[in-house]
């Protein structure tokens, strides 16, 4: 039998409007009784296995347009949160975030530009002449005018979260390439005071490095950071 779950509408007048939708996992949590996702299996696995629901947050007006993206949205499987009047600032705790497009969007993004916290999906009502300069500004991973159809819906949900997902993982490829970096020049630094100090060739500067660092079982690095601070601490 599947299962009811709500989805709570924020509302700051009046009190909490729930949507429900059938959740049609089995009571058993067999993966293989589950709908396959637009996302993708290998998104949703983690290392138990199961699937995992993305939190959405739908920040548009609940007019025919806007409830057709929400039930649109749970049909793919996804937790929607509705969220009207915007907030100050765009909540950080969803995985995407569907917010609709205004003059004073981009000061409400709360994330560094080009370190998103929640791939972003800028909704264009189409009230307004398209601006471009405005959208490029929100730096979203994705735009979905109005009226929007079910294609475009999973289409734009599907890309923005992948789109996210791989700027992550180049961030964290910069960033360990960044540590690289700055360990050769330390090692390298490093080597050079041994060498000058103790008369090492640069083969035995970089051994004894090596050899401090595993029997410190500290990163050679840190090693290196140390020969630093103790030439600069006597000089």
């Known amino acids: 039998m599947s299962r009811m779950e709500t989805i709570g509408t924020d509302r700051p007048d009046g009190p909490t409007i729930g949507t429900s939708y059938a959740d049609q996992r089995s009571d058993s949590g067999s993966d293989a009784q589950r709908p396959s996702s637009p996302l993708g299996a290998s998104e949703h696995r983690r290392q138990s296995g199961r699937s995992t629901e993305l939190n959405v947050a739908v920040i548009v007006e609940r007019d025919d347009n806007g409830e057709f993206l929400i039930r649109e949205l749970q049909r793919q499987r996804v937790v929607v949160r509705h969220i009207w009047p915007p907030p100050a600032q765009l909540p950080l705790q969803h995985d995407v975030i569907f917010c609709l497009l205004s003059k004073d969007l981009p000061q409400r993004i709360p994330w560094v530009p ?23 500004n929100c730096a979203g991973h994705g735009v979905l005018h109005y009226p929007a159809t079910s294609r475009m ?83």
């Open 114 to 136: 080009g370190e998103p916290s929640s791939a972003l999906v800028v909704v264009d009502d189409g009230k307004e002449p398209l601006n471009l300069e405005l959208i490029h």
């Open 153 to 235: 819906i999973q289409t734009v949900l599907m890309l923005s979260r992948e789109g996210f997902q791989y700027e992550r993982r180049l961030r964290g490829r910069i960033d360990k390439l960044d540590d690289s970096l700055r360990t050769t020049r330390l090692v390298e630094r490093a080597k050079s005071l041994l060498v000058r100090m103790k008369n090492m060739t640069d083969e035995e500067a970089y051994s004894f490095l090596r050899t401090r660092a595993m029997e410190k079982r500290v990163t050679i690095a840190i090693v290196a950071s140390t020969v630093i601070d103790s030439y600069e601490l006597l000089s």
